[in-house]
């Protein structure tokens, strides 16, 4: 089991380091996502959710579908990344400024608040504890942590597998128990430190099992091929009709077979920053997504 973690985290780290070179200006949010993708698949592993590429004030859940977002100069993006393999999951994330040095201390916020977070997830350490680190570290540098996003535990074809690490200071007392997995990911940004529901993502997942009488096929699909996991329109239009595909998601989507999950942009519009490691709860905590 540990095996398939850190041999997903070492996947993640390669094919986070691979993506940040593809954040240039003038190319397509979509085409960097492809290629990140395929550099998961190549190097042995399969993503755990679709590659999110948000940018400024978007916090996460943006997956890009055709080739009209562009990278440009001044943006400010979050490349966010997961690796599977056979169901253990590694989530990693980064920040990168285009072509400016405006948001330098807000990528280090989320940065620095992240290093102390990892040196935390010892046995015994409570959640609440560790949201008042990252809260801290956030504020020291003016800016705020979004508090409606939050870090999570993770399982085998579990990505939010119960457990939340907040990015601010709670009364959590929920001690971390030695082999727990996180997702660690502190947001930054100068706006209110809150997100909200935005535009469909064309992110999906499974929620319940029951027959569907429209897109049968498509959902036997990703039940067998993603299970839990999240997925994305885009990779099942290589395999299916547009008008088939789109019907039958609109038609689970209502039925409650599927959940498709809102883009989430900070609801000042202020810039975002992220980091993200995933790590194991030790004596010495094992950060798998570090190269």
């Not at 285009?98 to 990528?107: A, F, P, Q």
């Not at 409606?148 to 535990?153: K, M, R, V």
Request: proline share 6%; hydrophobic share 40%.
């Amino acid at each position: 089991m540990e095996a398939s973690y850190l041999r997903a985290g070492q996947i993640a780290a390669e094919a986070l380091e691979f993506g940040k070179k593809l954040i240039v200006e003038d190319a397509p949010l979509v085409s960097i996502a492809k290629k990140v993708e395929a550099k998961i698949i190549q190097l042995g592993g399969k993503p755990a959710f679709p590659t999110s590429i948000a940018k400024n004030e978007m916090a996460a859940h943006f997956c890009p579908l055709d080739e009209v977002e562009m990278v440009e100069q001044g943006d400010l993006i979050k490349l966010d990344i997961g690796v599977h393999i056979n169901g253990f999951i590694a989530d990693t994330a980064c920040t990168v400024e285009v072509g400016t040095d405006n948001y330098v201390e807000l990528m280090r916020a989320s940065k620095d608040a992240l290093k102390d977070a990892l040196e935390r997830f010892k046995p015994g350490v409570t959640l609440g504890e560790i949201g008042e680190g990252i809260q801290e570290i956030i504020n020291a540098y003016s800016f705020n942590p979004i508090r409606n996003l939050s870090g999570h535990e993770i399982k085998p074809y579990m990505l939010h597998a119960g457990l939340s690490v907040p990015n601010f200071k709670t009364n959590n007392s929920t001690p971390l128990e030695e082999g727990q997995v996180f997702a660690v990911e502190p947001f930054a940004t100068p706006g209110e430190g809150f997100v909200k529901d935005g535009k469909p993502s064309g992110i999906f997942r499974i929620v319940d099992h029951r027959q569907v009488r429209v897109g049968r096929d498509i959902f036997e699909f990703a039940k067998r091929e993603y299970k839990t996991l999240p997925f994305t329109s885009r990779w099942l239009a290589q395999r299916f009709p547009e008008f088939k595909l789109f019907s039958g998601l609109r038609f689970m989507e209502r039925e409650g077979a599927i959940y498709q999950y809102p883009q989430l942009p900070e609801r000042s519009n202020g810039m975002v920053s992220q980091a993200e490691h995933t790590v194991i709860v030790r004596n010495k905590p094992l950060v798998t997504t570090r190269i």
